[in-house]
C-alpha cells in the first residue's frame, strides 16, 4: 500500500515550491514506517524529501524533452540512504569513529541536559577552555556539574562553539527562535533579480551541463551537492586547506563531486572563486548567516556579479530570531528544538535520545537540492537569480509535522549486513567503496555517479578537469 502520510508531505512540499500538480500523477511511493527505531515518521521523512529532489530532476528532464518519466522511491532504501555514512566501507572495512570522545549529552549541575559538539578540533579546544578541565567525559562531567545548562549554552553561543540545552517540545515552541522557525515555511525559494530566461539545452540527463560550486561540509549541504551530481551537474566542491572536516563524510558525500582547494581569506582565492562564478549556474553554501557576505560572496553579491545564478544558503536555525547567525549541527537542534526530550519520553528514559540517523541533515540536503532544481525549473521559463533557504531547524519541525509512529522504537535497527542490496562498490581515491545507492528510481534517467570520491584538493579550480567514469 502506498504510504498517504509521505503522498501528503511530497505534494505539499511540490506545490507549495510552485511546481505544476500534474508531475505528482508520475510518483509511486512503497513501504510503510516503521523502517528505523524511532517514534518519528523518519521514513516517511526520507521518503518525501528525496522523492521531492528526484520528481524536480524530472521535471528538469520534461522542460529539455517534453518527455515526463516515472519517479519511484521505497521507503526502506530511503531511510537507508538517511544513513549513507553509517554504512559505508573502504576496502571492505569501517571507517573509524568519527566523533570526538567528549561529544555528546551530559547533565548539569541545575539537573537540565546539555550536548557538547566537539567533533572540529577548534570546537574541542575551545570547549575545554571554557570548561577548565581536560580531554576526558569524566573531567567534562566534573566541570558541568558547576553549570546551568542553558548558561553553558549561552556562554559557549558567545565563545563561538557549539553546544545546546536540552528543550521540550513545548519549551521550544515558546522560545523566541521557536517562535521565529514556526512562523517559516520548510524552504523557501525566492526571486533575487532579474536575468533572461535561460532555456535547458539538449542534454542526457536532467542537470547536464549544469555547473554547481558546493562550498559546504559535513553532512546536510555535502548532500545537496551529492544529489545534484546523481542527476548528471557538473558539482565542484570547494574546501581549503585550514577548514577542518570528518573523512568518512568526505568520501561519502564526494561521490560525483571534483573537489578543489581556495583558501577564501586571501586575495588569490576569492579571485579563483569569482572566475568560477561566471561559469557557474547553482551556487550552495552553508557558511555561518553573514560569514560568506563579508568574504564578498553573500546571496546579493553572487547574483549582481552572475545574473541568473542559484544561490543555495542553509542555515542551522533559519534567516530570523535571536539564533539567526548561531553555529549548529544536527545533534544540537535536535536537542535544543525537542526531539531529544520527546524521543526519550517515547522510550521511557530520562537521558537524551537521539534520532536513529542524522534526519534533519539527510532532509534538508535533499530539500537544498529540491530546490535548487526548482529554481533552475523557474530560471527556464521566466529567468531571475533566485535564493534557496533551508535550515536545519525548519527541517526539523516539518519532520516534527509528520507525526509519531505508535511502536516504531520496537523497530529493529538495520545492520549492514541488513542492507547490503542497498549497496554498491566502486573505486574511489581512497580505495574500493561500499556506499549507499541512490534511494530515487528515474524511468529514463538513473541517478549514477560519474565521478569517483576523491581526497579534497584533488583538482584544480576548473569545471573543465575530466574525471574516470567509477569502474
Known sequence: MEPQRSRDALAALWRGAGQPQSALDAVELTGADPVLPSSFAVGAAAQASIAAAALASAELWRLRTGRQQRVAVDMRRAAVEFRSERYLRVEDKPLPEPWDKIAGAYRCGDGHWVRLH?????????????????????????????????????????????????????????????????????????????????????????????????????????????????????????????????????????????????????????????????????????????????????????????????????????????????????????????????????????????????????????????????????RAREGGSWHVRVSLAQTGRWIRGLGRIAGGLSCADPRFEDVRDCLAESESGFGRITAVRHAAILSETPARWTRPSVPLGTHPPSFATKSPEPV
Open 118 to 378: 566537539t567533533n572540529f578540533p577548534h570546537h574541542r579546544d575551545g570547549m575545554l577552555k571554557l570548561l577548565h578541565c581536560e580531554h576526558d567525559r569524566a573531567s567534562v562531567e566534573r566541570a558541568l556539574a558547576g553549570w546551568e545548562a542553558v548558561a553553558l549554552e549561552t556562554a559557549a553561543a558567545e565563545a563561538g562553539l557549539v553546544a545546546t540545552a536540552m528543550r521540550s517540545f513545548a519549551e521550544w515552541d515558546a522560545h523566541p527562535q521557536g517562535r521565529a522557525v514556526a512562523a517559516l515555511p520548510v524552504l523557501t525559494i525566492e526571486r533575487l533579480g532579474d536575468a533572461a530566461p535561460a532555456p535547458l539545452p539538449p542534454a542526457d540527463r536532467p542537470l547536464g551541463g549544469i555547473r554547481v560550486l558546493d562550498l559546504t561540509r559535513v553532512i546536510a549541504g555535502p548532500v545537496c551537492g551529492r544529489t545534484l551530481a546523481a542527476h548528471g551537474a557538473d558539482v565542484l566542491l570547494v574546501t581549503a586547506a585550514h577548514l577542518p572536516n570528518i573523512p568518512p563524510l568526505v568520501i561519502d558525500t564526494g561521490r560525483g563531486k571534483l573537489s578543489t582547494s581556495l583558501d577564501l581569506r586571501a586575495p588569490e582565492g576569492r579571485g579563483q572563486l569569482q572566475a568560477l562564478l561566471q561559469e557557474a549556474d547553482v551556487f550552495v553554501q552553508g557558511y555561518r548567516p553573514g560569514a560568506i557576505a563579508g568574504l564578498g560572496f553573500g546571496p546579493e553579491q553572487v547574483a549582481e556579479r552572475r545574473r541568473g545564478i542559484v544561490y543555495v544558503s542553509l542555515s542551522a536555525y533559519g534567516r530570523d530570531g535571536p539564533w539567526a547567525s548561531r553555529r549548529g549541527f544536527d545533534s544540537l537542534v535536535q536537542t535544543a528544538s525537542g526531539f531529544n526530550a520527546a524521543e526519550a519520553e517515547a522510550a521511557g528514559i530520562t537521558e537524551p535520545k537521539a534520532l536513529p540517523c542524522q534526519a534533519l541533515d539527510h532532509a534538508a540536503g535533499y530539500l537544498m537540492a529540491f530546490g535548487a532544481m526548482t529554481a533552475l525549473a523557474h
